[in-house]
């Protein structure tokens, strides 16, 4: 059949949509500053008018629903937060991801959801453990990095220095994009190397987007005058010394995963801002085709389909809702569309999917390929889920990891054990921590990668689901989902270890060791089952 003027408008809208689109997370190990990037994104792209907004946003709600304590103790990101916005015609989805590796199973599940990722670091420290280990998620997905070198503003690294130790310790070639002038007291802004032109501090306001001062070339005599002929004699050899011991910018080689444009700045004096996010419209890959079970799905198709990465309960207090975040993959979708739910088989009515504004949200009358929306739901949405237009698939790559710790939760009021239960199953379900159930003796046992986790959690449960909690030491230490070719081979393991087994919230079974020594001796003696330490989430 010919395609109709009609449907070959679509098309276009289609492709236009996604070509305009860039979804990407911000990822660092904690306090380079990806919060503060955050914020300054939105304000200079106008989504918000003064810096301190999305905080304010945050302490206002904190305010209602204290479950962010440890946010606002601690002054970290505990969880992975979206932001949506639009400039100069391109729409950006930004995901803010927690550093700290406590709660980095949510960063490696955001990682899923985006096309590439903004790899911040602070100048004084350089390449830190958790940046390094996110670096290596993102290297396996042949995700393209863009680097933001932040807190110019302070007494930091040689510039060089940091350059070659990217370049060292990622094995990643680096293209400089900006080339900073002082630093500390002394730093006055940045050279662009792709427009060649100084783009200069102004002094100012902390919490507006700053008015940039430019001087156009290199050679002229106004950047003498502007910063002193010190300075700009020691830009001039610097610009030089760049250029000849760096590659060049490469499309081809960003995109492979090869090489990072690398940008300097200060997101706390709002310096740098406009370059990184001109530089991540102009080149920051547009949605990129999704890998499901049975074939790739590219943006460009037709029929609606997309993927839940992170569930999040009790956003707003006041309405008790789950929202299901989800990764848009391809076609055009609309308020009220029917998807179909492949893990129930069943069809949902999604009447009030939401975009993620700066300061708020709003319902989603149309989104694209690339974009993230909410949907709230009463839990029938899981992390990995798939929806489509009625295609049976299953997006690949959205894992869940065996637990580093585990816990018994007890409610201090054992009349409140049935309230625990939901609250852990929900809680799981959200990838708070990881749930099971012993079949002997129907104790929950906790599991998480890192102990805040268990302030965080043990917090919600009981400022969400009003049951205060203790947790318990017990005597197994180590989870590993159970799994083999032949059901039977699982069940017969089961039956002769039931006081070892539990389920996770899903259903599917774990051993529970005490420790490497009993997890080796079970994996001998029963050959035919696999011990998994990660799992796919989808199902
Ligand atoms: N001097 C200076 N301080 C900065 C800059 N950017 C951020 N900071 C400060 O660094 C601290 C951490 O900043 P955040 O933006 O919360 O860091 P983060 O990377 O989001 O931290 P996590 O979410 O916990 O991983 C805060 O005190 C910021 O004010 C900067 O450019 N210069
Ligand atoms: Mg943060």
Not at 262 to 285: E, K, M, N
């Amino acid at each position: 059949m010919r395609p109709t003027i009609d449907s070959r408008a679509a098309m276009n809208t289609l492709a236009e949509a996604v070509s305009r689109r860039r979804t990407f997370a911000i990822i660092s190990h904690p306090d380079a500053g990806k919060t503060t990037l955050t914020e300054k994104l939105l304000l200079y792209a106008g989504a918000i008018q003064l810096a301190g907004a999305v905080k304010a946003r945050g302490e206002a709600r904190r305010a209602r629903s204290d479950w962010m304590k440890v946010e606002r103790e601690r002054g970290i990101s505990v969880s992975a937060s979206v932001m949506t916005f639009e400039h100069e015609g391109n729409t950006f989805n930004l995901l803010d991801t927690p550093g700290h590796e406590d709660f980095s199973e949510d960063t490696y599940r955001t990682l899923t959801a985006v096309d590439s990722a903004v790899m911040v670091l602070d100048a004084a420290k350089g390449i830190e453990a958790q940046t390094r280990k996110l670096f290596e998620v993102c290297r396996l997905r042949d995700m393209p990095i863009t680097s933001f070198i932040n807190k110019l503003d302070r007494d930091v690294r040689d510039p060089f220095d940091l350059l070659d130790e990217i370049a060292d310790t990622l094995q990643l070639e680096v293209a400089p994009m900006t080339w900073p002038v002082g630093m500390g007291s002394s730093f006055q802004g940045s050279y662009d190397l792709i427009l060649d032109r100084l783009v200069l501090v102004a002094p100012g306001d902390r919490q507006r987007r700053a008015t940039e001062r430019i001087v156009p070339g290199l050679d002229s005599m106004e950047i003498d005058q502007a910063i002193g002929d010190g300075p700009a004699d020691r830009l001039r050899e610097e610009v030089e010394m760049v250029r000849e011991l760096c590659p060049p910018f490469d499309a081809a080689a960003f995109l492979a995963g090869n090489r990072t444009p690398v940008y300097f700045g200060s997101a706390l004096r709002s310096f740098g801002i406009g370059a990184l996010l001109d530089g991540l419209a102009r080149h920051a890959p547009a949605p990129r085709p999704q890998q499901a079970a049975e074939r790739t799905v590219a943006p460009g198709e037709d029929p609606v389909t997309g993927f839940v990465f992170k569930i999040q309960a009790n956003m707003d207090p006041k309405h008790r809702d789950r929202i299901a975040f989800v990764r848009l993959c391809s076609g055009r979708f609309h308020r009220g569309i029917r998807l179909f739910h492949p893990r129930s088989g069943r069809t949902l009515n999604i009447h009030n999917p939401v975009l993620f504004l700066a300061q708020d949200r709003e319902l989603a009358e149309e989104a694209w390929p690339g974009d993230i929306i909410g949907i709230p739901n009463h839990g029938n949405l899981r992390i990995g889920d798939a929806l489509s237009a009625g295609e049976p698939i299953r997006f690949v790559g959205v894992p869940s990891f065996a637990p580093e710790l585990l816990r018994r939760v007890r409610p201090e009021d054992p009349l409140r054990a049935k309230h625990l239960g939901r609250a852990l199953l929900q809680l799981a379900e959200e990838g708070v921590a990881q749930v099971f159930r012993t079949r002997e003796g129907n104790d929950w046992i906790v599991g998480v990668a890192g102990t805040l986790q268990f302030d965080v959690l043990a917090d919600r449960i009981r400022t969400e689901y009003e049951v205060p909690v203790r947790f318990e030491s017990t005597a197994m230490s180590l989870a590993r989902w159970i799994e083999a070719d032949d059901e039977r081979a699982v069940r017969d393991f089961v039956r002769r270890n039931e006081a070892k087994i539990a389920h996770d919230h899903n259903g599917a079974p774990l051993f529970l060791a005490a420790n490497r020594y009993w997890l080796d001796r079970a994996a001998e003696n029963a050959p035919n089952v696999r011990f998994l330490s990660t799992r796919e989430q989808a199902v």
